[in-house]
């Protein structure tokens, strides 16, 4: 994953740790609190976002220390499309231009420009240089995009 991929997930983890549990075993303290737990709403949903959250921390935890965390300014990839890099790129069908970066699955997010390494279109671009064509196979047929720049921020 990228340096500001961990980042984003070491600032959920600490979130999660510092003000949802804490916040999540009031609730269910105020829940006992009033009594027969059986036919309690209130704690039952509280016991189940506990879980949740619980889940979620030891998700987050054994992504981190799994993770190779790679800074896409510390590349060295001889102008070469590689997992971090910011690839500007032109479809040759309606000349429209697209930025996008490649990253992790867990970092994707097509609207903030960020698309995973697993996709297609990210695969397509891999081991490409700039000028290269980008061959896609999409619902509609193949897609072929240029490759006008990439940069690695």
Same mark, same amino acid.
């Given at each position: 994953?990228?340096?500001?991929?961990?980042?984003? +997930?070491? &600032?959920?983890?600490?979130? +999660?740790? !510092?003000?949802?549990?804490? %916040?999540?075993?009031?609730?269910? &303290?105020?829940?006992?609190?009033?009594?027969? +737990?059986?036919?309690?709403?209130?704690?039952? /949903?509280? *016991?189940?976002?506990?879980?949740?959250?619980?889940?979620?921390? *030891?998700?987050?935890?054994?992504?981190?220390?799994?993770?190779?965390?790679?800074?896409?300014?510390?590349?060295?990839?001889?102008?070469?499309?590689?997992?971090?890099? !910011?690839?500007?790129?032109?479809?040759?069908?309606?000349?429209?231009?697209?930025?996008? #970066?490649?990253?992790?699955?867990?970092? /994707?997010?097509?609207?903030?420009?960020?698309?995973?390494?697993?996709?297609?279109? &990210?695969?397509?671009?891999?081991?490409?240089?700039?000028?290269?064509?980008?061959?896609? #196979? /999409?619902? %509609?047929?193949?897609?072929?995009?240029?490759? +006008?720049?990439?940069?690695?921020?």
């Amino acid at each position: 994953m990228t340096l500001t991929g961990a980042e984003n +997930l070491r &600032a959920e983890l600490k979130r +999660l740790k !510092t003000v949802e549990r804490p %916040g999540v075993v009031a609730a269910i &303290a105020e829940a006992r609190s009033h009594g027969d +737990l059986s036919e309690n709403a209130e704690y039952d /949903a509280a *016991k189940e976002r506990q879980g949740f959250i619980e889940g979620r921390i *030891k998700e987050i935890e054994g992504k981190l220390a799994h993770a190779q965390v790679i800074d896409p300014k510390l590349l060295d990839a001889d102008g070469r499309c590689v997992f971090g890099a !910011t690839v500007v790129m032109e479809d040759q069908d309606s000349g429209e231009t697209a930025t996008y #970066q490649i990253v992790g699955e867990d970092e /994707a997010d097509i609207k903030a420009g960020k698309i995973s390494v697993r996709s297609p279109l &990210a695969r397509a671009l891999i081991g490409k240089y700039e000028g290269d064509i980008a061959r896609v #196979q /999409a619902p %509609g047929g193949v897609r072929e995009y240029e490759i +006008l720049g990439i940069r690695y921020e």
